[in-house]
């Protein structure tokens, strides 16, 4: 089992930046891909940025690609993403997310809100 434990949100006015971490403990997640979604109300959840367990290979959502870096610190067991140049619809909550073969663990999510 992996808990997962996100924090860094709060709000932020446009154009500014967070960084949003997620520490896990009760197994390592270095052999995990790990992933940020997030849901906006009223909004499907979206994947916004996915990271291989090796940490070799990231994808970005088209909406977030070159704003958002999603990164691994595998001695810490910790996941972060980092986003500048945030707009109001980035407003959402987000959430990190560990998979790996048929198991998936969430995280509860922290609340990110961009003011115009």
């Known amino acids: 089992q992996v808990q997962l434990v996100e924090s860094g949100g709060g709000l932020v006015q446009a154009g500014g930046s967070l960084r949003l971490s997620c520490a896990a403990s009760g197994r390592t997640l270095s052999s995990y891909a790990m992933n940020w979604f997030r849901q906006a109300p009223g909004k499907e959840r979206e994947l916004v940025a996915s990271?291989?367990?090796?940490?070799?290979?990231?994808y970005y959502a088209d909406s977030v690609k070159g704003r958002f870096t999603i990164s691994r610190d595998d001695a810490k067991n910790t996941v972060y993403l980092q986003m500048h140049s945030l707009k109001p619809d980035d407003t959402a909550v987000y959430y990190c997310?560990?998979?790996?073969?048929?198991?998936?663990?969430w995280g509860q999510g922290t609340q990110v809100t961009v003011s115009s």
């Open positions: 990271i291989s367990w090796s940490g070799r290979s990231t």
């Open positions: 997310n560990a998979e790996r073969s048929t198991f998936r663990y």
